[in-house]
């Protein structure tokens, strides 16, 4: 069809533009990454068992307030370009021109993805802490699967819609590298972050607004990729129901252990 080779030729211009770059060509670096991550969940604690904690109070101050930079940067060059490009919140196709909005909003999806794998430091963290218990189904679910997500992101579709899910989530993790960062500075300070909860909430709310967006351009005529909405689709309900689990778990069913 007319549209099947509109969207092949679209996709092989998107190759032309993000293939050179760090990880996109191929998935194999990713896949290699991701093992990687699977082996040190795997043997970490195991290495860890008869060792005392590592100390890592400098390191976490230093990389979650440089993640919390790295989001603030993110999420205004998701905001600006999208503004400037004049991007519509309900129905946004890919932009393949080599234009320089178009670049630069390529540009700022594919550091969005690189942010991803830096992420995966925050599980070396708890290993390397023996902080055992935070490796999670949801933990690992999620930062092992958003590498393959956003990877296959920037090389198909790097801008459009797509952005909507960067601008939520950078700005989630200006919040969430701010309480980690903040608590990482010591007791003194942690007795002021009673809001941990609401930052679970702040999360969960990200997921239903991705879920009603990405739910509204599937089922309607947009000129985006129905292959990508769905799996944004699904993708979204997954961590809604995870994250829900957590959220009851933590605050509510603990709650009514204590009383």
């Not at 190759?15 to 760090?22: E, I, M, S, V």
């Not at 797509?162 to 980690?180: C, D, E, R, W």
């Not at 351009?217 to 997954?238: G, I, K, Q, W």
Request: positive net charge.
């Amino acid at each position: 069809s007319i549209n099947g080779l509109k969207r092949t030729r679209y996709l092989w211009k998107e190759h032309l533009r993000t293939d050179p770059w760090l990880l996109v060509y191929s998935p194999v670096p990713v896949l290699c990454i991701f093992l990687c991550y699977l082996g040190v969940i795997w043997i970490g604690p195991k290495l860890m068992k008869n060792r005392e904690p590592v100390d890592l109070r400098l390191i976490l101050i230093v990389y979650n307030f440089a993640m919390v930079c790295l989001s603030v940067y993110m999420f205004h060059e998701f905001l600006v370009t999208s503004w400037l490009s004049n991007y519509s919140y309900l129905c946004q196709p890919v932009d393949y021109s080599t234009s320089p909005l178009a670049l630069r909003m390529a540009s700022v999806c594919w550091w969005f993805f690189f942010s991803k794998v830096i992420e995966l430091s925050d599980t070396v963290f708890f290993i390397l802490r023996k902080k055992n218990n935070q490796l999670t189904f949801l933990h690992v679910y999620h930062h092992g699967t958003m590498i393959f997500n956003w990877w296959a992101g920037v090389k198909y579709v790097a801008g459009g819609q797509s952005f909507f899910i960067g601008l939520l989530n950078t700005f989630v993790h200006i919040v969430m590298y701010s309480y980690y960062g903040l608590a990482a500075l010591g007791p003194h300070v942690q007795k002021y972050l009673w809001w941990k909860r609401y930052l679970t909430s702040l999360q969960l709310l990200q997921f239903v607004l991705l879920t009603t967006h990405t739910g509204y351009n599937l089922f309607t005529e947009c000129d985006f990729p129905d292959s990508m909405n769905a799996v944004v689709f699904a993708y979204c309900v997954s961590l809604i129901l995870l994250f829900s689990n957590f959220y009851y778990q933590s605050y509510i069913r603990r709650k009514s252990k204590r009383s």
